[in-house]
Every structure is written in structure tokens, then in C-alpha cells.
């Protein structure tokens, strides 16, 4: 009777022990085909976390990011105390001095396609150092310029491409290492910019004060150095993936160590392995879809192509209104210090308005009506400027810019996520870099022209009786392509 026990538990052992070898076996032999990389439900789920991983080290990225928002952001908005400076040294018209900083801002967006493109040949990293050192280099030999002509090329030219290079990998990377919290992300990164116009324009004149020309851009030089130190926060994702994958292989082989039951233990080891292959197929598949940038198909859509037209149009007129403030605030009688505060304020209401719209659209009920309230504070902005050429002292001055920066903050931050509501999340790539081509024209020709205005005229009015237009105009495309998409959608059954 025992040997019958015996027996049987043995038998049971060896079909136990079978059973196991066969199922390690099979394991195996699952994880040997290399060509094999099964991309199950649940591996694209961890594809997509590998991908995005929404926080940890990516809160390093939106900080370094806010920092090129801040140094880029500040020293765009400061456009009209540099204005005011390069007009006292060269002696030029109003045109010609106001094609330096179009020029150096159009350049940053136009270019935008171009720069994306090389961050995905090389890396964020290399192209925003690279970047810092050409905006180093711009600022030196504009403080060595010897005419309007040369600082076209060392200004404009070459610190556009610098800034382009600087500003344009710091926007893409928080995209890549956001998803559920991009929002979030994208909005504490720009807020950067409110930041900056609050210290940039104060510090300028203060420097230009204490300094003179030369040593300002020399001063200058050294600030545009810290954009490389943003840089180097910009860790390639692949990176981040790959170092992620060791720390779990690390803590897996610790697991080995301290004898684990042999199923496990196959099936552990060659979770790296899966991993590993998984990052590959992802980092595969990203290469495939950032081939093609600019998918110009899209300009097919009326709506998007109206909303195109509308950024290109406000865009002349918000860049004729940061350029031409400190002037305007001078010709009345204002001080030089008193033009830069006006334009700190509207930078700090600029923050506001970044952080405030995102929160407000953002809210389940509001979320259907986004594209329409966006269009509507695109006709305030209008309004508002026509209103600043009709104030003659600081304090109402003060008031409006607020209002302007609140207004602008608002309309800024939130093209992403209007792009997105028009033609889905797939294409914001391609969209993206379409919008700020045409982003860019407005940045080229809205200055020039109010510059032109102002050789004719001997004020600065008819630059913001100029932008406000565009801006209304702007606004009536807009509303007619979202009265023509709603007429146009299927409404449901009653």
C-alpha cells in the first residue's frame, strides 16, 4: 500500500516536473525567435507609456523648456526698447529698423519645419546647444555691427536661425515626453514667456542705461548662453527608454539572485529582452510617422486654412503692437522706463492668460464652445488696439497693456489645442508646422509696414489702427469657416 502511494507521488512529481520543462521549454522558444515581437494589446499600451512617460524626468524637460521660453520669450517682447536702440545708433527709418526684428522673429517660425527636421536626423539636444552658441555669436557681432545692413545679417539673420534652433526643440520634446498631462505640460513650459516679457525689457534698458550698445550685447551674449544649459536637459527619449529598460533588467537580475522558482526566472529574463524589442518597433514606428513633417494636404481643409490665414493676420498685428508699445509710450511724453514697464505688464498678464484659458477651455462644458470663444477673443484683441492709440498717459496705458497681454496669453497658448479640435491629434504635426509658416509671414511683414506708416505719417497710431484691422479681419475668416463647418455638420435625430 505505501509503495502504491510512493509510486503514484512519484509519477505525480515527474508529470510535474514534465509539465514544467515543457512550459520552460516553450518559453524559450517564444523568446529565442528574435524576428518574432508579438505587439499585443497590452504591449502597445506599453509602447505608448515608453513613449510618453508623463512625469519623472520629463518635469526636468518642461523646465528646461520654460527656461528657452523665458530667454526667447523675454527678448522677442523687449523687440521695441531694441527698437528704440537701434533706431538711436544708426540713425535709419522706422522701416528699415523695424526689418532687423522682423527678420530675427520670422525666421524662428518660418524655418520651424526645417529645424523639426533636423531634430529628428540628429537630436533636441545637439540642435539646442547648437542653437545657444549661434545666438552667442549674433548677439557678439551685433555689439561689433558697424551699420543697419551688417546687423540685418548678425541680429536678424543668424540670431533667427540661433533662436529657431533653440526654441523650436524645447516646444517639440515636451510634446514627446507628455500625453495624458500635455496640456498641463505644454502650458507650464510657455508660461515661461509671461516671465520673461516681466524681466527682459526692465533689464535691457537698464543694461543699455548702465553699458551703452556694446556692452549690453555683450551682456546679452552671456544671458543667450544659458539657453545651453537648457539644452542639456533635453535627454533624447530614446535614451530615457533605454536607461529605463537597464534600471528594470538591474532589479530583475537582483530578483535572479535570490533564487526565484525557475518559471519565473525564465520569464523574467526575457521581460528586458521584450522590452528591448518593444522600444525598437516604438522607436521604428515614431521614425515612420516624423518622415513626413508637412503633409500640405491639409491645407484642403477650409476651416484649417481659414484658421491659418486668421494666425497670420494676428500675428502682423501682435508683433506691430510688442514692437511699436515702447515707441508709441516715448512719443507721449513717457519716460524710458515707464515704455519698458508697459511692456512687463502685458508680459505678466501674458502668463495669466496662458494658464487662466487653459484651465477655463479646458472644463467638461466649455469643451464643445472652445473654437468659438477662441474666435471671439481674437475681435477683443482687435478692439484693444485700437483703443491703445487714443491713451496719452502711463497709468490707462498700463491698464490696456494688461488687458492686450491677458488677451494675447490666452489666444497664444491655445493653437495646439485648436488645431487638435479642427483636424484630430494625428495631424498636429504636419499642422503645426504649417501654422507657424504662416505664423511667421505675419512675424515679416507686420512691422515693416507699421514702420512705413509711421515714415508717413510722423506717428505711431496708424500701426495699431493697422493691426486692429488685420486682427477684425482675421477674426471674420475665422467665423465665417466655423459658421460654415456648423451648417455643414450632420445634426443628430430628434
Not at 496640456?183 to 515661461?192: D, E, N, S
Not at 529605463?244 to 526565484?260: C, F
Not at 514606428?285 to 491659418?308: E, M
Not at 467638461?364 to 464652445?369: A, D, G, Q, S, T
Amino acid at each position: 500500500m505505501n509503495n502504491g502511494t510512493a509510486s503514484r507521488r512519484s509519477d505525480d512529481s515527474d508529470t510535474g516536473m514534465a509539465k514544467l520543462t515543457n512550459e520552460v521549454i516553450s518559453i524559450e522558444r517564444e523568446h529565442d525567435d528574435e524576428g518574432d515581437v508579438d505587439i499585443t494589446e497590452d504591449t502597445m499600451m506599453e509602447e505608448d507609456i515608453n513613449r510618453a512617460p508623463d512625469g519623472g524626468y520629463g518635469w526636468f524637460i518642461v523646465f528646461g523648456s520654460m527656461l528657452v521660453h523665458l530667454i526667447i520669450g523675454g527678448l522677442e517682447r523687449s523687440s521695441g526698447i531694441l527698437f528704440l536702440k537701434f533706431d538711436e545708433k544708426f540713425q535709419q527709418s522706422a522701416v528699415a529698423t523695424a526689418w532687423v526684428l522682423s527678420l530675427s522673429s520670422g525666421l524662428r517660425l518660418t524655418l520651424g519645419p526645417v529645424c523639426s527636421a533636423l531634430c529628428n536626423r540628429y537630436s533636441h539636444r545637439s540642435v539646442a546647444i547648437s542653437g545657444s552658441i549661434l545666438v552667442f555669436i549674433s548677439m557678439i557681432a551685433t555689439a561689433l555691427s558697424p551699420d543697419l545692413t551688417f546687423t540685418y545679417f548678425s541680429y536678424g539673420f543668424l540670431g533667427g536661425v540661433g533662436r529657431l534652433f533653440a526654441y523650436a526643440p524645447s516646444v517639440i520634446i515636451v510634446g514627446e515626453y507628455f500625453n495624458k498631462k500635455r496640456g498641463v505640460a505644454v502650458g507650464m513650459a510657455t508660461c515661461g514667456v509671461g516671465f520673461g516679457s516681466l524681466f527682459f525689457p526692465t533689464m535691457i534698458e537698464m543694461f543699455f542705461k548702465v553699458y551703452g550698445y556694446f556692452g549690453s550685447f555683450l551682456l546679452l551674449a552671456g544671458v543667450m548662453l544659458n539657453l545651453a544649459i537648457s539644452g542639456c536637459l533635453f535627454r533624447p527619449l530614446w535614451l530615457h527608454t533605454q536607461m529605463a529598460a537597464n534600471q528594470v533588467r538591474g532589479r530583475q537580475l537582483k530578483d535572479l539572485e535570490s533564487g526565484t522558482e525557475l518559471l519565473e526566472q525564465k520569464s523574467n529574463t526575457n521581460k528586458p529582452k521584450q522590452a528591448e524589442n518593444r522600444l525598437s518597433v516604438s522607436s521604428r514606428k515614431s521614425k515612420t510617422k516624423t518622415k513626413k513633417f508637412i503633409d500640405l494636404s491639409l491645407l484642403k481643409d477650409f476651416r484649417f486654412l481659414c484658421f491659418c490665414v486668421a494666425i497670420l493676420l494676428f500675428t502682423a498685428s501682435f508683433q506691430i503692437a510688442f514692437v511699436f508699445i515702447p515707441p508709441y509710450a516715448k512719443s507721449k511724453g513717457m519716460s524710458d522706463l515707464q515704455a519698458s514697464y508697459a511692456v512687463s505688464i502685458a508680459g505678466i498678464f501674458d502668463g495669466i492668460g496662458r494658464i487662466l484659458s487653459g484651465i477655463v477651455l479646458d472644463l467638461k462644458h466649455v469643451k464643445k464652445y472652445r473654437i468659438y470663444l477662441y474666435n471671439i477673443v481674437m475681435f477683443f484683441i482687435g478692439l484693444t488696439s485700437f483703443i491703445v492709440p487714443n491713451i496719452d498717459t502711463f497709468g490707462p496705458l498700463s491698464v490696456m497693456c494688461g488687458v492686450y497681454g491677458l488677451l494675447v496669453g490666452a489666444y497664444m497658448s491655445q493653437k495646439s489645442v485648436i488645431i487638435v479640435d479642427i483636424l484630430g491629434v494625428d495631424n498636429l504635426s504636419s499642422s503645426f508646422g504649417l501654422l507657424i509658416c504662416f505664423q511667421g509671414i505675419g512675424m515679416f511683414i507686420g512691422p515693416p509696414i507699421a514702420g512705413a506708416m509711421k515714415d508717413v505719417s510722423g506717428h505711431f497710431g496708424g500701426g495699431f489702427y493697422l493691426g486692429g484691422s488685420s486682427m477684425l479681419c482675421g477674426g471674420l475668416i475665422l467665423t465665417a469657416a466655423n459658421a460654415l463647418h456648423y451648417f455643414r455638420k450632420p445634426k443628430p435625430d430628434l
